[in-house]
């Protein structure tokens, strides 16, 4: 059985007690980070075997826990922070699964995509995810002309070096959009920011911000 466990994004209070169990009860780890997650267990006081699995070596490390799996051990696979599976490669293991015949079962808990749509105030009947947006500029403003056309909200992570960057092109494309900047959720330092895009490119264009982001856009109907 496969158990496919949200972790904190930030903030270790926000695991669950299901979670806690499941990690505690499985037989081995399947880790996208093993150092974020032994930061978690040595907080919770946890000790489990780990098997690292990240992005690259996917294919070959699937065979081993699909090994694992087959004899009968119980794995709980974690991703470095929040809910497997969002811009990362664990859905190569629980496809292997289901074609398998293993049971899957998730362990919801922390995700920056709904900690972020919950706190945007932006209308969700209907949103795009795209995680993580093309790194280079003429990428870039080829993607965001695209998105623009999009009725509805966008949300999308960014790295802390590439930040300031995407709000220039963003704010060549659609400077009058609503934007929701959410910075180092569920941390210390954790900011929300709303405004249009040209607001929000004027006031934080020369600053030194630092962490992760999760952007929302507003769709063309969210004036």
């Given at each position: 059985m496969l158990f496919i466990v949200a972790t904190p994004i930030g903030n270790l209070e926000d695991i669950t007690f299901r979670a806690l169990n499941v990690l505690r009860d499985v037989d081995f780890v399947v880790s996208e980070d093993t150092r974020e997650t032994r930061k978690l267990f040595t907080h919770?006081?946890?000790h489990k075997?780990?098997?690292s699995y990240y992005r690259g070596c996917e294919k070959i490390k699937s065979q081993q826990i699909l090994k694992l799996l087959k004899e009968g051990k119980k794995i709980a696979l974690v991703c470095d922070r929040g809910t497997p599976g969002i811009s990362d490669p664990a859905h190569y293991i629980v496809r292997m699964c289901h074609e398998n015949k293993i049971t899957v079962v998730p362990i919801p808990g922390p995700s920056a995509?709904?900690?972020a749509l919950s706190v945007c105030g932006l209308p969700l009947d209907r949103f795009s995810f795209y995680g993580f947006?093309?790194?280079k500029k003429k990428e870039k403003l080829e993607f965001f002309e695209e998105i623009?056309?999009?009725?509805?909200?966008?949300i999308f992570f960014e790295s802390?070096?590439?930040f300031i960057d995407t709000l220039e092109v963003l704010?060549?494309?659609v400077p009058d959009r609503k934007l929701v900047v959410c910075r180092e959720l569920t941390k210390k330092f954790e900011q929300v920011i709303y405004g249009t895009v040209s607001e929000l490119f004027n006031e934080l264009s020369k600053s030194k911000m630092k962490g992760e982001f999760v952007l929302i856009l507003g769709g063309k109907q969210c004036y």
């Open positions: 919770f006081q946890i075997p780990m098997i995509l709904t900690a947006i093309p790194r623009s056309k999009t009725e509805s909200p966008c802390v070096h590439r704010n060549r494309v």
